[in-house]
């Protein structure tokens, strides 16, 4: 059935895809090309960082310029590099991000990419839960959207849509562990896990990092129930703030393909109303879908920074916002050029499945 | 094409029906002007009260006593403290009231920046074309897919190095946001702007003679403002999210400066757990009331300027709504809210089609 849906456009985007393409156009040469274009964004992206951040001066007087003399100061400041041209800081800090490397912490003397190790798990966790909400809730919702367009239903998830992007995800994290934790006693107020499970998982041969999969690893169901109850509130916190796009977007989308003639065929056959709407109507609406899941990780990203403050979900929002408040900059600037790469490539991801998906999209 | 023509012509409406918003709320129908309306009454409300919050609040924002002493933290609503006093001895009303205010300055100073800045890049990327545009392109694009918040941390850092006063907080706050929303502008206008610099009347100013200068301000900027009224809308709700975002992380502006709802939010995350709730509960209603509205008017005016997404009126009425439409706040075509039918008596009913692009006529 979905064949019919899907098949009729895509000869003809192929034609145009061919016309526009050089010779040897095709899925390897967009890939290229795409996969080309990731390193002038960070590029520019990490170059940004750098500038701006220097631009307050350098990180040690930042970091310690209260605690210190001046003159511990300077050779801290001698033996770190940092009163050496900022030209040649700036490109030997080009070479270190390409290497990996992110520099060492000043308040806690770790290596960068060791904390963005430790604590981007904790993170990428909070945001795979977070889409998992996101989609539960707000694709078959926006379906529900589309199909009773202008009617009761519509209006309500509308409202409900806007009153998802309206609220500040730190708000409704507090709404839920008030309403959740603290009245109704249900779930945990914050952290990623009771001191007792993070025990049991700390002693793990090879652990992780994510909880999930540590604890599943333990073979405790115990450990295993205690991190899904602790990763609810924030997954909902961060989840709903994402379902209400998710929703809107599919709404759109799905009015667009249900006023095509192919539905209108597909009705006229008997297909019943449910399958319309979510196979046929929903398909082909799923390009600008997954597209916006690209732009979305960005604000997902963003939201984890506030939903982990909230909840004392210890990843890299969380320690981000320890790091400005320790006016280490260091720290700051890798975790920053590190969310810049991982928002790179995931678009990058992002474009490739589209233009899997749909020939048109490709260069 | 005949409407075109036909509308130029006819006796223009009223002045107040093609005020911007006033010619919207006239064309929308059932469900959707129920939602502009709400969010235009949402929207005032929130106007009025930053204008008179000096007369509305009862206390100060950083008011710790009266002639009766200290008020006393974490006091339950109730009694003079209509809705309690935070952890640091602040009347939740009053902070909540003069917060408005901290909101309203940012978002207009922001939104005002980076409409300013977005549009003259946009233009001159746009109508210069070349290396500059593709430099410039790239750089937007690389920001824009950015988390906008972690940017507005960057640059909270770089302006302010993190808290301060008052009218430093605001701008640190405003300039932060006004970075992220560089691109937006820019990609908008410059795509119009691309777009329109292809047309026969510019290239018949320049055979005429006319600067570039000239061209870009009187020909193109002119003729790619009209999406603008929409981002804007849609942008100063992201403007106090963004702001309320920085107060959260402690980027805000210091309590005896200014009142702001995000770093009221933040001093009460530890009274959460203890189960005071009127200290989080009052400035985030706020904040969601406040973007709840101006969102509302967005997405109104959004679903009205796209044909696809607004809805009819019953067919009896319908008629040449769709050629009234545009995105152009106002009305390209000087028609009235309900398009030539309202204008000429004799006009031919037009049915609007579902799929009727307005700008394909031309």
């Known amino acids: 059935m979905t064949t019919v849906a899907m098949k009729p456009p895509v000869p003809a985007a192929g034609r145009i895809s061919k016309k526009k393409s050089s010779p040897g156009g095709g ?16 590029f520019i992206l990490v170059s940004m960082v750098f500038w701006l951040m220097r631009t307050t001066g350098d990180p040690i007087t930042a970091a310690l310029g209260g605690k210190l003399g001046p003159d511990q100061l300077a050779v801290l400041i001698h033996d770190a590099g940092y009163d050496r041209p900022i030209i040649i800081q700036y490109f030997e800090y080009l070479g270190q991000v390409f290497t990996g490397n992110f520099g060492t912490t000043i308040s ?80 945990p107020v914050a952290g990623r896990a009771t001191v007792g499970s993070e025990l049991q998982m700390q002693f793990l041969p090879d652990k992780t990092g994510i909880y999930l999969i540590d604890s599943i690893k333990t073979g405790d169901p115990a450990v295993l129930g205690d991190v899904l109850l602790h990763a609810v509130l924030p997954a909902l916190a961060l989840g709903l703030l994402t379902a209400g796009v998710f929703l809107r977007l599919v709404r759109t989308n799905v009015i667009g393909t249900l006023g095509t003639d192919y539905v209108n065929a597909a009705r006229s056959r008997g297909v019943n109303e449910f399958r319309l709407v979510s196979k046929h109507a929903y398909r082909p609406a799923l390009i600008p879908i997954i597209t916006v899941i690209g732009l979305q990780v960005a604000l997902l990203l963003g939201g984890a920074v506030l939903t982990e403050t909230t909840f004392e979900w210890k990843g890299l929002g969380f320690m981000l916002i320890e790091f400005i408040k320790a006016r280490d900059f260091v720290a700051v600037q890798g975790i920053v050029a590190l969310l810049a790469v991982i928002v790179a490539l995931s678009n990058f991801i992002v474009d490739i499945i589209a233009a899997l998906i749909d020939p048109r999209v490709r260069y | 094409m005949t409407m075109l023509a036909e509308t130029t012509h006819a006796p223009k409406a009223p002045l107040w029906t093609r005020l ?113 545009d593709r430099g410039l392109v790239v750089i937007c694009d690389a920001v824009y897919a950015f988390p906008a918040l972690l940017l507005a941390i960057v640059m909270g850092i770089v302006i302010s190095g993190g808290r301060s006063g008052l009218w430093g907080g605001i701008f640190a706050a405003a300039i932060s946001i006004t970075v992220v929303f560089i691109p937006q502008y820019f990609r908008v206008i410059r795509a119009e702007t691309v777009r329109i610099k292809a047309e026969a009347y510019v290239e018949s100013a320049r055979v005429l003679g006319a600067s570039n200068g000239r061209i870009m301000f009187r020909h193109v900027l002119r003729n790619a403002t009209r999406t603008l009224p929409l981002i804007f809308t849609l942008n100063a709700s992201e403007a106090l999210l963004t702001l309320a975002g920085l107060g959260f992380i402690g980027f805000g502006i210091e309590p005896s400066s200014a009142a702001e709802w995000g770093y009221d939010l933040n001093k009460s995350l530890s009274d959460v757990t203890s189960g005071i709730w009127w200290t989080s509960l009052f400035p985030g209603l706020a904040i969601v009331l406040v973007v709840l509205g101006i969102t509302l008017v967005g997405e109104s005016l959004n679903d009205l300027a796209d044909p696809r997404l607004r809805s009819r009126r019953a067919p009896g009425k319908t008629a040449g709504v769709v050629a009234a439409s545009s995105v152009v706040a106002g009305g390209i075509l000087s028609a009235g809210p309900g398009g030539i039918e309202g204008l000429e008596p004799d006009a031919p009913a037009v049915t609007p089609h579902p799929n009727d692009d307005p700008f394909e006529a031309k």
């Open chain 1, 108 to 187: 806690t003397n770790r290596p960068v990419s060791e904390v963005l190790f430790t604590y981007g798990s904790a993170t990428a966790e909070l945001v795979f839960y977070a889409l998992i909400v996101a989609f539960i809730v707000g694709i078959p919702l926006g379906m529900v959207a589309a199909y009773w367009r202008d009617k009761a239903p519509d209006a309500f998830l509308r409202v409900f849509a806007i009153l998802c992007y309206a609220t500040p995800v730190f708000f409704a994290g507090l709404l839920l562990k008030l309403v959740f934790a603290v009245w109704l006693k249900a779930l």
């Open chain 2, 20 to 132: 911007p918003v006033v010619h919207q709320l006239r064309q929308s129908v059932g469900l959707q002007r129920g939602m502009l309306v709400v969010g235009l009454v949402i929207t005032g409300i929130f106007i009025l009260t930053a204008i008179f919050a000096p007369l509305l609040a009862p206390y100060g924002f950083s008011q710790l006593r009266d002639e009766n002493g200290t008020f006393g933290a974490q006091q339950s609503p109730g009694g003079a403290h209509l809705l309690g006093t935070t952890v640091g001895g602040y009347d939740v009303l009053s902070r909540v009231i003069w917060g408005s205010q901290t909101a309203i300055t940012v978002m207009v100073i922001a939104v005002v920046l980076s409409i300013f800045a977005g549009v003259a890049l946009g233009l001159v990327s746009g109508y210069f074309g070349g290396w500059l």
């Open chain 1, 27 to 42: 899925i390897g040469r967009y890939l290229l090309i795409r996969f080309l274009l990731i390193f002038p964004t960070i």
